[in-house]
């Protein structure tokens, strides 16, 4: 019963109604502005926001200007701009500090190179875009212009995934063999034509979007980038087979002690997982498994662990063991802080001139769309396009 009781409490704090502590900062608050009014908007920053005491939601832009009236009446924003140059507005208000853009991925690499430019520090949706280039060219802006730029990669800011990495770099289970992640979701999650995840021009595909993760975890967990992809096959959309709707990937990262074999990696990424038996909605699948030398630890739900989750180790030899973490010992946070509460601490952290409890590093986003661009040449259907957009400072 104190489980279902400790589920419900985390998910009303965490998302429905967050507490908002007092600033006890002397500093005024960090303005939020937002560039479009995207579904995942609410979980990923409006309710973070909500309980961070250093940050205020200040203005909205889509290009509806009723779409961004009404989001940001609802949920509690002063300000919205709207229209053609809707966009821009925002980025030009000068009371704002910090823009979160979580634009389709097509267009991430224009509005952030315009966003910095502006002199804002930004919180980045993954993918950080189309190609590993336009991402090292937005990094070098925010680092000549002295702002933070993050790769909203939000798992890695929570204690659950922490936990599997510190399982793993403590030697309990030996070096690691094999290190495999999966992100499957039903049919029904996606297949309207106006999904953005299903357009080849805005940056669509598997694994531009659940598979972002599934890499960045196992490269996460290996502590290394991989060495090589050994294959890559695509289930290409029957309406535009330059869209991938999964992908699977063997890779190979290099072997953790001298003399031995090199680490196995196999990724699965689905948005289309067809029904069982043909109408029955595939519940989701999300979990990372590392295979060591002497034993193996898998996490399910990585992605959303504030809701559920569980660590488990199975020792060779020894009596398997489950885990969960929702707090640091002796570190910010609450167990009801969502992976999206814990990154935007970080993001405020660093924008603060404090030093984050994690971070992720320009280089670490450089390889990870390197690597997602690598199989996308594997499977046959290529790099997502390079924008159009041609900055005045970029080389």
């Given at each position: 019963?104190?489980?279902v009781?400790?589920?419900?409490?985390?998910?009303?704090?965490?998302?429905?109604?967050?507490?908002?502590?007092?600033?006890?900062?002397?500093?005024?608050p960090?303005?939020?502005?937002?560039?479009g009014?995207?579904?995942?908007v609410p979980?990923?920053?409006?309710?973070p926001?909500?309980?961070?005491?250093?940050?205020?939601l200040?203005?909205?832009?889509?290009?509806?200007?009723?779409?961004?009236?009404?989001?940001?009446?609802?949920?509690?924003?002063?300000?919205?701009?709207?229209?053609?140059?809707?966009?821009?507005?925002?980025?030009?208000d000068?009371?704002?500090?910090?823009?979160?853009?979580?634009?389709?991925?097509?267009?991430?690499?224009?509005?952030?190179?315009k966003?910095?430019?502006?002199?804002k520090?930004v919180?980045?949706?993954?993918?950080s875009?189309?190609t590993?280039?336009?991402?090292?060219?937005?990094?070098s802006?925010a680092?000549?212009?002295?702002?933070?730029?993050?790769?909203?990669?939000?798992?890695r800011?929570?204690?659950a995934?922490?936990?599997?990495r510190a399982i793993?770099?403590s030697g309990?289970?030996?070096a690691?063999?094999?290190v495999?992640?999966?992100?499957?979701?039903?049919k029904?999650?996606?297949?309207?034509?106006?999904?953005?995840?299903?357009?080849?021009?805005?940056?669509?595909?598997?694994?531009?979007?659940?598979g972002?993760?599934?890499?960045?975890?196992v490269?996460?967990?290996?502590?290394?980038?991989?060495?090589?992809?050994?294959?890559?096959?695509?289930?290409?959309?029957?309406?535009?087979?330059?869209?991938d709707?999964?992908?699977?990937?063997?890779?190979?990262?290099?072997?953790?002690?001298p003399g031995?074999?090199?680490?196995?990696?196999?990724?699965?990424?689905d948005?289309?997982?067809?029904?069982r038996?043909g109408?029955i909605?595939?519940?989701?699948?999300?979990?990372?498994?590392?295979?060591?030398?002497?034993g193996?630890?898998?996490?399910?739900?990585?992605?959303?662990?504030?809701?559920y989750?569980?660590?488990?180790?199975?020792?060779?030899?020894?009596?398997?063991?489950?885990e969960?973490?929702?707090?640091?010992?002796?570190?910010?946070?609450?167990?009801?802080?969502?992976?999206?509460r814990?990154?935007?601490?970080?993001f405020?952290?660093?924008?603060?001139?404090?030093?984050?409890?994690?971070?992720?590093?320009?280089?670490?986003?450089?390889?990870?769309?390197?690597?997602i661009?690598?199989i996308?040449?594997?499977?046959?259907?290529?790099?997502?396009?390079q924008?159009?957009?041609?900055?005045?400072?970029?080389?």
């Amino acid at each position: 019963m104190a489980s279902v009781f400790g589920l419900f409490k985390r998910v009303y704090a965490a998302l429905i109604s967050p507490p908002r502590p007092p600033n006890v900062n002397a500093l005024p608050p960090l303005k939020i502005g937002i560039l479009g009014a995207a579904a995942i908007v609410p979980n990923a920053l409006v309710l973070p926001a909500k309980s961070h005491p250093e940050v205020e939601l200040y203005a909205v832009a889509a290009r509806d200007v009723s779409r961004a009236e009404n989001f940001a009446k609802k949920h509690g924003f002063k300000k919205w701009y709207g229209g053609k140059d809707g966009y821009q507005e925002l980025l030009d208000d000068p009371a704002i500090d910090i823009v979160y853009n979580p634009l389709p991925n097509g267009l991430h690499y224009e509005w952030t190179m315009k966003a910095l430019a502006a002199g804002k520090h930004v919180l980045l949706e993954k993918p950080s875009s189309n190609t590993a280039e336009e991402t090292r060219r937005m990094f070098s802006l925010a680092d000549q212009k002295g702002l933070v730029l993050l790769e909203a990669f939000h798992y890695r800011f929570h204690p659950a995934i922490q936990r599997v990495r510190a399982i793993i770099d403590s030697g309990e289970l030996g070096a690691i063999k094999e290190v495999d992640a999966t992100i499957m979701f039903s049919k029904v999650t996606i297949g309207k034509d106006n999904d953005v995840r299903m357009h080849y021009d805005l940056g669509g595909g598997a694994m531009m979007d659940c598979g972002c993760y599934t890499l960045s975890c196992v490269r996460y967990l290996a502590s290394s980038n991989p060495s090589a992809v050994i294959s890559a096959t695509a289930i290409r959309d029957t309406r535009d087979p330059r869209i991938d709707t999964g992908t699977t990937a063997n890779l190979t990262f290099a072997s953790m002690r001298p003399g031995t074999e090199p680490v196995r990696s196999t990724i699965k990424c689905d948005f289309a997982n067809p029904p069982r038996w043909g109408f029955i909605p595939r519940l989701p699948e999300v979990s990372v498994r590392a295979v060591c030398e002497r034993g193996s630890i898998e996490m399910f739900n990585f992605v959303l662990p504030v809701i559920y989750h569980s660590i488990t180790v199975r020792p060779d030899g020894d009596v398997p063991r489950t885990e969960k973490a929702y707090t640091f010992d002796g570190g910010k946070g609450e167990d009801w802080w969502s992976t999206y509460r814990y990154q935007l601490e970080a993001f405020v952290d660093k924008v603060r001139g404090r030093t984050p409890q994690t971070w992720v590093s320009p280089e670490d986003s450089v390889a990870n769309i390197e690597w997602i661009e690598k199989i996308y040449e594997e499977n046959g259907l290529g790099s997502r396009p390079q924008s159009t957009y041609v900055h005045p400072t970029a080389t």
